[in-house]
């Protein structure tokens, strides 16, 4: 949650920004692996590239760490 607004990576799971970057600090270390720990990217599809960015962000955090992946 960001200045009080839900950031949503994944609607098909209902999965947000935070429970995916948990994902992947609890060890997942693929999009898949996120998909078996939390359910997103299993759905429609739509969201692999933004979990893709939340995988790379997270793992090897960068000035663009804590940045909204989603619009």
Known sequence: MKG?????A????AATESEVRHCVR???RSVEEIGDA???GSG?????????VLL???????????LAASA
């Not at 009080?4 to 949503?8: D, E």
């Not at 429609?44 to 893709?52: A, E």
């Open 26 to 28: 609890s060890g997942a």
């Open 38 to 40: 939390c359910g997103a």
């Open 56 to 66: 790379v962000t997270t793992s090897a955090p960068t000035d663009l760490d804590g």
């Open 44 to 52: 429609c599809g739509s969201c692999l590239n933004t979990l893709d």
């Open 4 to 8: 009080g607004v839900t950031l949503f």
């Open 10 to 13: 994944c609607i098909c799971a």
